[in-house]
Protein backbone atom coordinates (compact mmCIF):
# COMPACT_ATOMS: atom_id res chain seq x y z
CA UNK A 1 0.00 0.00 0.00
CA UNK A 2 1.48 3.45 -0.77
CA UNK A 3 -0.27 6.77 0.29
CA UNK A 4 -1.78 7.38 -2.53
CA UNK A 5 -3.67 4.32 -1.69
CA UNK A 6 -4.99 4.98 1.61
CA UNK A 7 -6.08 8.44 0.72
CA UNK A 8 -7.75 6.68 -2.10
CA UNK A 9 -9.52 4.23 0.67
CA UNK A 10 -10.05 6.96 2.91
CA UNK A 11 -11.96 9.20 0.39
CA UNK A 12 -14.18 5.88 -0.75
CA UNK A 13 -15.04 4.60 2.78
CA UNK A 14 -16.18 7.87 3.79
CA UNK A 15 -19.45 8.18 3.88
CA UNK A 16 -19.15 12.16 4.22
CA UNK A 17 -20.68 15.14 1.78
CA UNK A 18 -17.71 16.39 0.22
CA UNK A 19 -18.87 20.07 1.64
CA UNK A 20 -18.77 18.76 5.23
CA UNK A 21 -15.40 16.76 4.59
CA UNK A 22 -13.22 19.14 6.73
CA UNK A 23 -15.85 19.62 9.28
CA UNK A 24 -15.92 15.92 9.74
CA UNK A 25 -12.20 15.27 9.75
CA UNK A 26 -11.90 17.81 12.45
CA UNK A 27 -14.32 16.23 14.43
CA UNK A 28 -13.25 12.80 13.74
CA UNK A 29 -9.88 13.61 14.73
CA UNK A 30 -10.59 15.43 17.80
CA UNK A 31 -13.07 12.40 19.03
CA UNK A 32 -10.55 9.57 18.08
CA UNK A 33 -7.51 11.45 19.36
CA UNK A 34 -9.79 11.61 23.09
CA UNK A 35 -10.10 7.69 22.56
CA UNK A 36 -5.89 7.38 22.46
CA UNK A 37 -6.05 10.05 25.65
CA UNK A 38 -8.52 7.46 27.41
CA UNK A 39 -6.29 4.40 26.77
CA UNK A 40 -3.58 6.12 28.36
CA UNK A 41 -5.94 8.28 31.30
CA UNK A 42 -7.58 4.65 32.00
CA UNK A 43 -3.56 3.32 32.40
CA UNK A 44 -3.03 5.56 34.45
CA UNK A 45 -6.04 5.22 36.85
CA UNK A 46 -5.37 1.41 37.21
CA UNK A 47 -2.03 1.80 38.22
CA UNK A 48 0.41 2.47 35.24
CA UNK A 49 0.55 -0.60 33.33
CA UNK A 50 1.38 -0.39 29.73
CA UNK A 51 -0.67 0.81 27.36
CA UNK A 52 -2.29 -2.22 24.93
CA UNK A 53 -0.41 -1.47 21.75
CA UNK A 54 -3.37 -2.99 19.99
CA UNK A 55 -6.01 -0.90 20.56
CA UNK A 56 -3.56 2.09 20.41
CA UNK A 57 -2.38 1.20 16.98
CA UNK A 58 -5.99 1.04 15.92
CA UNK A 59 -6.63 4.45 17.76
CA UNK A 60 -3.86 6.01 15.61
CA UNK A 61 -5.00 4.38 12.45
CA UNK A 62 -8.53 6.01 13.19
CA UNK A 63 -6.82 9.34 13.65
CA UNK A 64 -4.59 9.27 9.89
CA UNK A 65 -7.84 8.17 8.79
CA UNK A 66 -9.44 11.77 9.89
CA UNK A 67 -6.48 13.51 9.09
CA UNK A 68 -6.46 12.41 5.28
CA UNK A 69 -9.84 12.87 5.19
CA UNK A 70 -9.59 16.44 6.34
CA UNK A 71 -6.02 17.39 3.69
CA UNK A 72 -6.25 18.14 0.29
CA UNK A 73 -5.37 14.78 -1.39
CA UNK A 74 -1.94 16.30 -2.83
CA UNK A 75 -0.99 18.02 0.40
CA UNK A 76 -1.47 15.00 1.98
CA UNK A 77 0.61 11.91 -0.05
CA UNK A 78 3.14 14.89 0.08
CA UNK A 79 3.34 14.50 3.72
CA UNK A 80 2.42 10.79 4.31
CA UNK A 81 4.90 10.40 1.75
CA UNK A 82 7.41 12.24 3.88
CA UNK A 83 6.97 9.84 6.87
CA UNK A 84 5.44 6.68 5.35
CA UNK A 85 7.64 4.11 5.66
CA UNK A 86 10.53 5.56 8.06
CA UNK A 87 11.73 5.69 11.92
CA UNK A 88 11.81 8.54 13.72
CA UNK A 89 16.00 8.41 13.32
CA UNK A 90 15.61 8.20 9.81
CA UNK A 91 13.01 11.24 9.80
CA UNK A 92 14.75 13.81 12.33
CA UNK A 93 14.49 16.43 9.74
CA UNK A 94 10.77 15.17 8.70
CA UNK A 95 9.31 16.90 11.28
CA UNK A 96 10.78 20.25 10.06
CA UNK A 97 9.24 19.43 6.71
CA UNK A 98 5.75 18.50 7.88
CA UNK A 99 5.65 21.93 9.70
CA UNK A 100 7.10 24.02 7.14
CA UNK A 101 5.00 22.60 4.38
CA UNK A 102 1.28 23.22 6.13
CA UNK A 103 -0.45 24.80 3.48
CA UNK A 104 -2.60 27.36 4.24
CA UNK A 105 -6.10 26.55 6.01
CA UNK A 106 -8.98 26.89 3.75
CA UNK A 107 -11.55 26.99 6.41
CA UNK A 108 -10.98 29.11 9.84
CA UNK A 109 -12.33 26.22 12.16
CA UNK A 110 -9.55 23.85 11.10
CA UNK A 111 -6.12 25.44 12.55
CA UNK A 112 -3.48 23.34 12.90
CA UNK A 113 -5.08 19.59 11.11
CA UNK A 114 -2.43 19.40 8.81
CA UNK A 115 0.12 19.53 11.52
CA UNK A 116 -1.79 16.39 13.40
CA UNK A 117 0.64 13.93 11.44
CA UNK A 118 3.39 14.19 13.45
CA UNK A 119 2.35 12.57 17.00
CA UNK A 120 0.16 10.02 14.96
CA UNK A 121 3.66 8.96 13.45
CA UNK A 122 5.82 9.32 17.03
CA UNK A 123 2.55 7.60 18.25
CA UNK A 124 3.62 5.11 15.62
CA UNK A 125 6.76 4.74 16.19
CA UNK A 126 6.84 4.51 19.76
CA UNK A 127 4.44 1.04 19.08
CA UNK A 128 7.68 0.30 16.66
CA UNK A 129 5.46 1.10 13.70
CA UNK A 130 5.62 2.56 10.61
CA UNK A 131 2.92 5.31 9.48
CA UNK A 132 2.38 2.95 6.24
CA UNK A 133 2.10 -0.41 8.88
CA UNK A 134 -0.65 1.98 10.91
CA UNK A 135 -2.83 2.70 8.09
CA UNK A 136 -2.74 -0.84 6.76
CA UNK A 137 -4.13 -2.19 10.21
CA UNK A 138 -6.16 0.66 10.07
CA UNK A 139 -7.74 -0.29 6.18
CA UNK A 140 -7.79 -4.08 7.43
CA UNK A 141 -10.08 -3.18 10.47
CA UNK A 142 -12.41 -1.25 8.44
CA UNK A 143 -12.71 -3.85 5.52
CA UNK A 144 -13.49 -6.39 8.18
CA UNK A 145 -16.14 -4.37 9.41
CA UNK A 146 -17.38 -3.85 5.83
CA UNK A 147 -17.42 -7.27 5.69
CA UNK A 148 -19.25 -7.82 8.13
CA UNK A 149 -21.91 -4.95 7.53
CA UNK A 150 -21.02 -3.76 11.07
CA UNK A 151 -19.96 0.10 9.45
CA UNK A 152 -23.60 2.14 9.94
CA UNK A 153 -24.36 5.66 9.78
CA UNK A 154 -25.69 5.61 12.82
CA UNK A 155 -26.62 9.22 12.95
CA UNK A 156 -29.24 8.47 9.87
CA UNK A 157 -30.66 5.34 12.20
CA UNK A 158 -34.47 5.83 13.54
CA UNK A 159 -35.33 4.66 17.16
Given at each position: ?????????????????????????????????????????????????????????????????????????????????????????????????????????????????????????????WLGL?????AARNVA???????????????????
Amino acid sequence: MTPADYIAFVTRQSSHDPNDRQRAAALGLMAEAGEVAGLYERALRAGQPPVDPDALAKELGDCLFYWTLGNDPDSAERELAAVWDKTHTEATNERRILLTTAHPMRLPYLPSIELALYPIFIGATWLGLTVGEVAARNVAKLEKRNAEGSITDRSRRTP
